[in-house]
């Protein structure tokens, strides 16, 4: 629709005239000459006629009749001319209000002695041009506005679609993912994290905010392997009660992450390929520091620790690049059985010991053997232990602290891994748990693949609990992961025979909170 533009200040002098004003000129100039001839032919008639001697009168006599007819003769004159320029009068009033100008008054087409006369068709006339001209100027830029807009949002690889209060699909232009359903109604075909959909944080949205935004990376609108499959960043943009009340913008980035998407397929069967032979490293490895560690020198034996921290590194990048695949094609199925957090630690705590020597960092693991048991999968929450500590000792300073914490909260058993290194701006944050991201400072500093975090969100939201990264840059950073604690879904894993769907179905999602990230 054509917007109007705000009149600029002028100078008088560069003001029109308004129209009302011609009506004001207009009827003095009549008044006066009215006034000025008829005061002349009533002083030429009475001459002429004193002079013919029609009358006799004395001379006061005369000019006392005289003036006595002329005002007579003005009065009817100016009553005659009123009625008589009234129609004209309307006109001006009628073309002063479609002009857009103040005026005393709207003139009523409808008035009697105008449908009779024939002036209403006159007038009725000045307000449907004015009223025609007004919707050609007005429709002419919104119907060109309106073409040039369409014509953008379809020539565009970004998809766009907008819902209504309803949660109803009312646009979307060619380039967006949206299928038909049973009843014939355009849905989104979107593949979201199970534990983070669209719908759930617009549900939330709803019920909370009045305006919220929110953006995901790398969301797939069909499964790895089918066809047409395309990859978007998605960005959400919710205003509570507006008539777009929600728009999804989708931008196509196929292009730029299928490249990786292949890598991380050829990868994962390499790595399951690998997995034999480095399993037969390690054992001879494990056999060599067992039966050589006393006949071996000093720096021997160092190396032969290095040889073991390596293998049980390479073994941890082996299964995170496994389970990253797994992940990706919701096949992150885990059997849930009592155990304790400390229990779970305890079967990688030598390892990561090693690990910390190795790299000159101090670990303290501070977990009171009398806490709740946890639902867990003991090989998957190692892993999480795993990766949480492997990227603390790379990010903390030589000599520095890596402290393993737990504590109870309701319903869940929180374990922190906290150290006093580099740490993190808050702009890293938000993607911190996206597969593949790793900062500048952290792609520059420290080796790396980029899936640990990933791998841990995935296998913690999959156990139906939520990972946290705090973090301050150059203080060091805490991330911590929830489990449930056995006793509260005790019930319903025996009911699924230790499967974890039930959580999966039931994830928390991330929440952002100041320089904090919740996944």
Same mark, same amino acid.
């Given at each position: 629709?054509? #917007?109007? &533009?705000?009149?600029?200040n002028?100078?008088?002098?560069?003001?029109k005239?308004?129209?009302a004003?011609?009506?004001?000129?207009?009827?003095?100039?009549v008044?006066a000459? %009215?006034?000025?001839?008829q005061?002349?032919?009533?002083?030429?008639?009475?001459?002429?006629? &004193?002079?013919?001697?029609?009358?006799?009168?004395?001379?006061?006599?005369?000019?006392?009749v005289?003036?006595?007819i @002329?005002?007579?003769?003005?009065v009817?004159?100016?009553?005659?001319?009123? %009625?008589l320029?009234?129609?004209?009068h /309307?006109?001006?009033?009628? %073309?002063?209000? #479609?002009?857009?100008?103040?005026?005393?008054?709207?003139?009523?087409?409808?008035?009697?002695?105008?449908?009779?006369d024939?002036?209403? /068709?006159?007038?009725?006339?000045?307000?449907?041009?004015?009223?025609?001209?007004?919707?050609?100027?007005?429709?002419?830029?919104?119907?060109?506005?309106? !073409?040039i807009?369409?014509?953008?949002?379809?020539?565009?690889?970004?998809?766009?679609?907008?819902?209504?209060?309803?949660?109803? $699909?009312?646009?979307?232009?060619?380039? *967006?993912? $949206?299928?038909?359903?049973?009843?014939?109604?355009?849905?989104?075909?979107?593949?979201?994290?199970?534990?983070?959909?669209?719908?759930?944080?617009?549900?939330?949205?709803?019920?909370?905010?009045? !305006?919220?935004?929110?953006?995901?990376m790398?969301?797939?609108n069909?499964?790895?392997?089918?066809?047409d499959?395309?990859?978007?960043?998605? $960005?959400?943009?919710?205003h509570?009660?507006?008539?777009?009340?929600?728009?999804?913008?989708?931008?196509?980035?196929?292009?730029?992450?299928?490249?990786?998407?292949?890598?991380?397929?050829?990868?994962?069967?390499?790595?399951?390929?690998?997995?034999?032979?480095?399993? $037969?490293?390690?054992?001879? +490895?494990? =056999?060599?520091?067992?039966?050589?560690?006393p006949t071996?020198?000093?720096?021997?034996?160092?190396?032969?620790q290095?040889l073991?921290v390596? @293998?049980?590194r390479?073994?941890?990048? =082996?299964?995170?690049?496994?389970?990253?695949s797994?992940?990706?094609?919701?096949?992150?199925?885990?059997?849930?059985s009592?155990?304790?957090?400390?229990?779970?630690y305890? !079967?990688?705590?030598?390892?990561?010991?090693?690990r910390?020597?190795? &790299?000159?960092?101090?670990?303290?693991?501070?977990?009171p053997d009398? +806490?709740?048991?946890?639902?867990?999968?003991?090989? @998957? #929450?190692s892993e999480?232990?795993?990766?949480?500590?492997?990227? *603390?000792?790379?990010?903390?300073?030589?000599?520095?602290?890596?402290?393993?914490? *737990?504590?109870?909260?309701?319903?869940?058993?929180? #374990?922190s891994?906290?150290?006093?290194?580099?740490?993190?701006? !808050?702009?890293?944050?938000p993607?911190?748990?996206?597969?593949?991201?790793?900062s500048?400072?952290?792609?520059?500093?420290?080796?790396?693949t980029?899936?640990?975090?990933?791998?841990?969100?995935?296998?913690?939201?999959?156990?139906?609990?939520?990972?946290?990264?705090?973090?301050v840059?150059?203080?060091?950073?805490?991330?911590?992961?929830?489990?449930?604690?056995?006793d509260?879904?005790?019930?319903?894993?025996?009911?699924?025979?230790?499967?974890? &769907?039930?959580?999966?179905?039931?994830?928390?999602?991330?929440?952002?909170?100041?320089?904090?990230?919740?996944?």
């Amino acid at each position: 629709m054509a #917007v109007k &533009q705000p009149l600029k200040n002028k100078n008088k002098t560069d003001e029109k005239p308004l129209i009302a004003e011609y009506w004001q000129n207009y009827r003095a100039r009549v008044s006066a000459m %009215v006034m000025a001839t008829q005061i002349g032919i009533v002083f030429t008639t009475m001459f002429l006629l &004193q002079f013919t001697a029609v009358i006799t009168l004395s001379l006061p006599m005369f000019f006392a009749v005289t003036v006595a007819i @002329a005002i007579i003769q003005i009065v009817a004159t100016t009553i005659l001319v009123n %009625v008589l320029v009234r129609p004209f009068h /309307d006109l001006i009033q009628a %073309v002063t209000l #479609v002009a857009g100008q103040p005026t005393v008054a709207t003139p009523n087409p409808n008035v009697g002695s105008y449908e009779h006369d024939g002036f209403k /068709d006159i007038l009725q006339t000045v307000y449907d041009l004015a009223a025609k001209n007004t919707d050609a100027v007005e429709a002419q830029p919104e119907s060109a506005t309106d !073409s040039i807009v369409m014509n953008g949002i379809e020539n565009t690889s970004t998809g766009i679609i907008i819902f209504d209060k309803d949660r109803k $699909v009312v646009f979307h232009n060619s380039h *967006a993912p $949206v299928g038909k359903n049973l009843n014939n109604e355009d849905i989104l075909q979107l593949i979201f994290p199970e534990d983070d959909t669209f719908e759930q944080w617009l549900e939330r949205s709803q019920d909370n905010k009045i !305006s919220a935004e929110r953006t995901w990376m790398r969301v797939a609108n069909k499964l790895p392997g089918e066809k047409d499959r395309r990859l978007y960043d998605v $960005v959400a943009s919710y205003h509570k009660d507006n008539l777009a009340e929600t728009i999804l913008t989708l931008f196509d980035r196929t292009t730029l992450y299928t490249p990786e998407e292949e890598d991380l397929d050829f990868i994962s069967f390499a790595a399951h390929e690998l997995r034999g032979p480095i399993t $037969v490293i390690r054992g001879y +490895l494990d =056999v060599l520091d067992e039966e050589l560690s006393p006949t071996l020198e000093r720096d021997q034996a160092e190396l032969i620790q290095r040889l073991i921290v390596a @293998a049980n590194r390479l073994t941890s990048y =082996v299964n995170n690049i496994l389970n990253a695949s797994r992940y990706d094609r919701r096949h992150l199925k885990l059997h849930l059985s009592e155990d304790s957090v400390r229990h779970i630690y305890d !079967s990688i705590a030598d390892d990561m010991q090693l690990r910390a020597s190795a &790299q000159g960092r101090l670990l303290i693991a501070d977990i009171p053997d009398n +806490l709740p048991t946890v639902a867990a999968d003991m090989s @998957a #929450v190692s892993e999480v232990f795993s990766n949480l500590i492997d990227n *603390a000792i790379k990010y903390s300073n030589e000599g520095g602290l890596v402290h393993v914490t *737990a504590h109870a909260i309701p319903g869940f058993i929180e #374990v922190s891994v906290t150290d006093r290194g580099i740490g993190m701006p !808050s702009s890293v944050l938000p993607n911190l748990f996206h597969k593949f991201y790793r900062s500048h400072r952290s792609r520059e500093t420290v080796a790396g693949t980029g899936i640990g975090l990933y791998i841990c969100k995935a296998i913690v939201n999959s156990h139906g609990g939520t990972i946290t990264a705090r973090s301050v840059e150059n203080e060091g950073s805490t991330f911590s992961f929830t489990l449930p604690i056995y006793d509260t879904v005790a019930d319903k894993l025996h009911a699924n025979k230790g499967g974890n &769907q039930f959580l999966i179905e039931h994830g928390s999602g991330w929440i952002r909170n100041h320089s904090m990230y919740r996944g």
